[in-house]
């Protein structure tokens, strides 16, 4: 195995630059994938939760006459579903092929706070490992043409009394006695790793694992488009396995455990454009799988297209991974502005020995970042396991242009392993003002800064 490792960096490190996913020449990929990503369109016909027994008091449980409306505008060949103002207090939602659940100006839907409401379990990723556990709150299962839309909010009810305390963090409302997800998450990674069956992998009630927000799983054809979302249980848009993913216009504010605002995993030609992300984790991190049970599967995350966005409190403004070892390639960020002092790192790429997998083609560009409490550029191998593993994990072609920053602790912190170096970082015309500390550069081959203005003073290299 290493001496086939070694032969790919060999192949890779002799391409150099003359790849057409290198330097400034990989953006010319972008319009390609952006061709292959159309919004999904729905017939106009809808179909009024109210008319199914639907009540917006905040008080009737409304789970049977949403599902009662989505099966309707399904038989009747697709269609749109639509809440109406008002609050709606519902347990979980599944799409079917062709509907679009409309949440119009004014509405709420709110979503109970009863675990026992989100069985019976589902097939899902938790933490990047297959399993069945408690259904997310608005899920579907190999359904073709979806959407989540309108103006109005999803409130999925967590807080530091509901949810968030099982993730065992005082600040989040745990206190010692109270039970909390360790158990249950050692017990699916030791599956994860021992190719335990699906079938046998049941988690649920007792094992205190929370379930994300909205995840569509084997699904084409996904819209998800100006709706506002509050305080998820976990990840809050979490696709899977899924192809032609867009997602425009959503506004997310939850700052709870593992709240990451995006997370495209093990999916393909993903757009995120025009969002505002206000989270208590990554605002936005692509996924492909964790360790063994993410080679076995092996499906990565590839041609994703972030642009417009903006990022506000969160562990990092773009992140890839940890969860990556089914690989990420293809990926695209521009114009996006990134600023709080809760914001640790703009770009965050995470990994270890425990991993694997790859992360390649890479590419940021005008980007203005304000304030950050850490990193711009952080290229981390120590996450979690750091070297403590039989993997080397591969980051090659890293490319930052034409970026601005205001204040961070670092500019650049790329941390690679001595046996496994990170591979062809290049940064070009960006200012960074402010910068507490010089740039932390360990174990990398082929890092290059062309105009690159740190404190005033510039440094090529």
């Known amino acids: 195995m290493g001496d086939t490792r070694r032969d790919f960096l060999k192949l890779a490190t002799a391409l150099g630059c003359s790849s057409r996913l290198c330097g400034a020449e990989g953006w010319d990929q972008a319009p390609a994938i952006l061709a292959r990503i159309k919004a999904p369109v729905f017939p106009k016909r809808d179909f009024d939760i109210t008319r199914y027994g639907a009540v917006a008091d905040g008080q009737k449980d409304c789970t049977d006459a949403i599902a009662n409306a989505i099966a309707a505008a399904n038989q009747a060949a697709g269609g749109r579903v639509v809440v109406l103002a008002g609050t709606f207090l519902t347990g979980p939602v599944h799409l079917k092929s062709n509907v679009e659940l409309h949440i119009a100006e004014g509405a709420t839907l709110r979503f109970l706070r009863d675990p026992r409401r989100y069985l019976p379990l589902v097939y899902t990723r938790w933490e990047g490992v297959e399993c069945m556990n408690y259904s997310p709150f608005v899920y579907s299962y190999g359904a073709d043409n979806i959407g989540i839309t309108g103006s109005g909010v999803v409130d999925g009810n967590s807080d530091c009394e509901h949810w968030w305390p099982w993730k065992g963090r005082a600040e989040c409302g745990w206190t010692k006695g109270q039970p909390k997800q360790d158990e249950g998450r050692n017990l699916l990674f030791k599956w994860g790793a021992e190719d335990v069956p699906l079938k046998d992998r049941k988690l649920g009630e007792g094992y205190y694992l929370r379930p994300s927000f909205i995840q569509p799983v084997r699904a084409r054809n996904v819209l998800i488009e100006d709706i506002t979302i509050l305080n998820s249980p976990m990840f809050e848009i979490n696709p899977l396995l899924s192809t032609n993913v867009t997602v425009r216009n959503v506004k997310i504010n939850s700052h709870g455990p593992n709240n990451d605002g995006c997370d495209p995993d093990s999916s393909t030609d993903v757009l995120i454009e025009k969002c505002t992300l206000d989270t208590g984790d990554d605002c936005i991190a692509i996924k492909s799988g964790r360790n063994r049970d993410g080679r076995r599967v092996a499906r990565p995350t590839e041609n994703v297209i972030i642009r417009n966005c903006r990022m506000k409190d969160g562990h990092g403004g773009v992140a890839i991974g940890s969860e990556m070892s089914g690989g990420v390639r293809n990926v695209f960020v521009e114009n996006c502005q990134m600023d709080s002092p809760h914001l ?87 200012t960074f003002e402010r910068v507490d500390n010089p740039n932390i550069v360990e174990n990398v081959e082929g890092l290059r800064q062309v105009d690159v203005v740190m404190n005033g003073k510039r440094s090529d290299a």
């Open 344 to 430: 640790d790192h703009a770009f965050r790429l995470k990994t270890n020995a425990m991993r694997g997998g790859a992360i390649e083609n890479v590419f940021f560009r005008d980007v203005q970042i304000g304030e950050v409490a850490h990193s711009v550029l952080l290229i981390d191998f120590y996450y979690e396991e750091g070297p403590s593993g039989p993997e080397r994990p591969l980051v090659r072609n890293i490319d930052l242009r034409n970026a601005t920053c205001r204040h961070a602790e670092y500019g650049l912190n790329l941390r690679g392993f001595p046996n496994a170096e990170i591979q062809n970082v290049h940064v070009e015309r960006c």
